[in-house]
């Protein structure tokens, strides 16, 4: 990322989210010892990933000028195009490592017209994919862009020179869309990991919830009520999370099972009961 922030011009604001941007949230308030729904040791340690889910704003998805400079920053830097996923994903070996960076947007709002969506794929009208690049779009991202969370980020470049930039997060209210959506898109994979992560993605949102994180995604879910992206996030609680048999809470159960020796017990009632306030807050609660 601090490679990406300097090829763009410098604190670009680099949206992230995904597991990169919970393991960055988790970390910084750990680092501040800020007063956490649950304590830090009764949730999992922070888990690093070499997947990077970067969401562009949608303004600029909508434009060519904007989508060509970010294709440009990512050639410079050696990143390639994942021919499985062309234009919406991009690989790059660091250290020996393969960083695979997921390009995504959310709702696109009153830029929609100047963006061509076929399907979930989103790009600039009038730009080929050869020339730039496309986004995932996220209909679930329901203020994936509003009243973000900024971080501080340090660390060496891959030259190896110092830098240091801020990142953007976002609120926990798209971010548990984001993830009660993936949930319900893998939980019935037959490899079971994805589903396992989405679930315990979800509870570590809920654990990480600050007094100042619940009042700001109140005013979001306020904002959105009655959007079908709420309701379907719904639905998904009460037939995977909310039934003691239900497979998202036996997910989540796996998970901590697996890794018991640093994970420690979960709470399903709790994730349900905090997603449910999360989504639809009471006026005045908490």
């Known amino acids: 990322m601090l490679d990406l922030d300097a090829a763009l011009g410098r604190d670009a604001g680099l949206l992230l989210g995904g597991g990169l941007g919970l393991y960055l949230k988790q970390e910084r308030l750990r680092a501040t010892g800020a007063r956490t729904l649950l304590p830090m040791d009764r949730l999992p340690p922070a888990r690093t990933t070499q997947d990077v889910d970067l969401f562009l704003r949608a303004e600029v998805i909508a434009s060519k000028d904007e989508v060509s400079r970010y294709r440009a920053a990512l050639d410079g830097l050696g990143f390639t195009v994942v021919p499985e996923a062309r234009w919406l994903k991009f690989s790059r070996r660091v250290s020996g490592t393969d960083v695979l960076l997921d390009v995504m947007v959310g709702p696109l709002g009153e ?38 969370i900024r971080l501080p980020l340090s660390g060496r470049r891959s030259d190896g020179s110092e830098a240091a930039c801020h990142v953007l997060i976002p609120r926990a209210f798209p971010y548990a869309l984001m993830k009660l959506g993936a949930l319900r898109d893998r939980v019935g994979d037959p490899d079971k990991q994805e589903g396992r992560h989405h679930a315990m993605d979800l509870y570590r949102i809920v654990g990480l919830l600050t007094e100042e994180e619940i009042e700001a995604s109140a005013r979001l879910a306020r904002q959105y009520a009655g959007h079908e992206e709420i309701a379907e996030a719904k639905r998904t609680i009460d037939s995977l999370l909310a039934p003691a048999n239900g497979l998202g809470r036996l997910r989540l159960l796996e998970y901590q099972r697996a890794n018991r020796d640093f994970v420690p017990e979960v709470d399903g009632e709790l994730l349900v009961r905090e997603l449910g306030r999360l989504l639809a807050p009471v006026a005045n609660e908490h």
């Open 111 to 148: 830029h929609a017209d100047a963006v061509r969506l076929k399907g979930s794929r989103a790009r600039p009208r009038g730009l080929g994919g050869e020339s730039g690049l496309h986004a995932f779009a996220t209909r679930e991202a329901l203020g994936i862009e509003s009243d973000l």
